[in-house]
């Protein structure tokens, strides 16, 4: 029940009650029944009244307006911060590839004694998603797209962005305080989108000469 059918029912009590009242004293006579009565057969309709209004107000509060509680989507967070959270139906793919691109930009800002350079700001990030099952031939040799990345729940991932970065980066060299626009040159990288269950994570596909 809602709180307006609840409201109504109240309503509906309300009445019964001052219809039986006068009901009452039109059956038994004013004369037999002083004004003091009647007044206080209506007291008692209107102190009825009163309570009812009120357990309808407090009835709305709390059913039919939402609280936070109410909230049950599940939200996860993964040790290494790759799932961000999961709606109804789990969060788009497309979603889920821009905040993980978000992380790979963070991390590249964070000082890496592996890195010679490191990230010092970006904007206008943007991600294209490529489902590698819908993927023609033509586009999965230049992409040099394996077996075992093709599934249903993978995505080659293009990740656009400007950055700015200290040190020195391969090929370009010093940035010299100048936006990038290029995380990598040469043949199509790009990144790997992998979805287990309501988990996405995302990877370079980079892989070293030597292994």
Known sequence: ???????????????????????????????????QKIKRIVLIAAIVTAVMLLSAMAYAIIHYFSTAIENTKLYCLTGDNTIISEEQGGIPPEDAAYKLAELFMQDLMTKDETRTYRVTEYKELSVTLHSTIEMDSETACIYALKESEISADTWIVEISVLY?????????????????????????IDFLLKRDGETYSLQSRYEPANS
């Open 1 to 35: 029940m809602t709180a307006i059918e609840f409201s109504n029912a109240l309503g509906k009590i309300n009445d019964k009650y001052i219809i039986e009242a006068i009901n009452y004293v039109g059956e038994n006579g004013i004369r037999k029944h002083p004004v």
């Open 164 to 188: 700015k970065y200290e040190g020195i980066r391969s090929p370009i060299g010093p940035s010299n305080h100048e936006w990038i626009d290029v995380l990598y040159q040469g043949s199509p």
